[in-house]
């Protein structure tokens, strides 16, 4: 009869980085950064803009759907209820009691590189996706009870650039869109009215405030080469709260562009629904009274005015067209 092996049975080692609970706060050993170090770790050099390109020119239009008009001056507020203080009494624990294990995203520095300069909008939103958008996702997969995500639009049939998204149930919770600095900047809320510069600046809101009123979504942002702007939606079609810009290169590292758009997915990805707001409706223009037909008017010549201002912008050619007429020296 053979002999029973009394010898003890080797115990199998806990994992490096534990499971991750919805329930409790379980961080991974110590010598793995913390989330919120994981977040203010992200540093970018963000490529120049090519010399070629001309600032201006409009913003993706829409002839029913959104309108720089649907953004009222007196409807826009700040939000300074976003701020670093208001991320760390609320996700405290979770910044500084959870690890990460994940690396930090990398991209290698780009400026005067002539090949890594930014001409288009596709250049700016493939080189954030490569480089925040990493950072974000690692940064969101750590976090506990976290199962929102940021991806593109265009995967889930979103027309928005970027959703954060809600898995499994694939519930979008909030809309983002990317701009290029050239042609959209926050600092361009204070021109004046009828300026070119004031008008994009609002129609640019109005392509968010139609995405986030579309799916109910409370909260959304813009963001570019140079800066990240949180939005927050009113309960009034067109009311906006629209938080300080945050600097994706060069800024506050206490409050650099991958902590606040961490805080923003983090407020949409917490269940109870204070993500979620119920659409508004724009409402039409009623009865002609005497301050309706003075609000048409003023629109009517603000339009005008931008119009007269736009025709003596001269006409751009495509970077493609451009080099082929300076390669037939035209």
């Not at 990460?100 to 005067?112: D, H, R």
């Not at 979504?217 to 949180?230: I, L, S």
């Not at 048409?296 to 067209?321: C, D, F, G, H, M």
Request: some cysteine.
């Amino acid at each position: 009869m053979p002999k029973r092996d009394t010898k003890p049975k080797p115990t199998v080692a806990a994992p490096a980085t534990p499971a991750r609970s919805t329930l409790a706060l379980r961080p991974a050993p110590a010598g793995h950064p913390s989330l919120h170090t994981y977040l203010r770790s992200f540093d970018i050099e963000v490529p120049s803009v090519a010399s070629r390109v001309v600032p201006g020119g409009p913003n993706t239009r829409s002839r029913h759907e959104y309108r720089y008009t649907d953004i009222k001056r007196d409807a826009l507020q700040p939000w300074a209820e976003f701020s670093r203080s208001a991320c760390l009494a609320r996700f405290a624990d979770a910044l500084h009691a959870t690890r990460v294990a994940e690396q930090p995203a990398y991209v290698s520095p780009q400026k005067g590189i002539a090949s890594k300069e930014f001409a288009c909008e596709a250049e700016v939103a493939d080189f954030l996706r490569r480089s925040l958008t990493l950072h974000l996702n690692r940064a969101l997969a750590a976090a506990p009870g976290c199962e929102l995500q940021d991806c593109g639009g265009a995967n889930v049939g979103c027309s928005a650039d970027r959703v954060g998204i809600v898995f499994p149930a694939r519930e979008i919770r909030l809309v983002g869109d990317v701009k290029v600095s050239w042609k959209w900047r926050s600092e361009w809320r204070d021109a004046p009215r009828s300026s070119t510069q004031n008008l994009e600046y609002r129609q640019v809101l109005s392509q968010l405030n139609y995405y986030m009123n579309r799916d109910n979504c409370r909260w959304g942002y813009v963001v570019t080469d140079r800066e990240f702007v949180a939005l927050q939606r009113g309960p009034e079609f067109g009311a906006l709260k629209v938080a300080e810009a945050v600097r994706l290169e060069g800024g506050d590292r206490d409050w650099g562009v991958a902590l606040a758009a961490w805080h923003l997915h983090m407020m949409a990805a917490l269940d109870g629904g204070e993500w979620s707001l119920p659409k508004s409706t724009k409402a039409g223009r009623g009865a002609l009274t005497r301050s309706t037909v003075a609000g048409i008017n003023e629109v009517t010549k603000e339009e005008k005015e931008v119009q007269v201002q736009e025709a003596a912008v001269p006409r751009r050619r495509s970077p493609r067209l451009a080099a082929k007429a300076a390669a037939e020296g035209v």
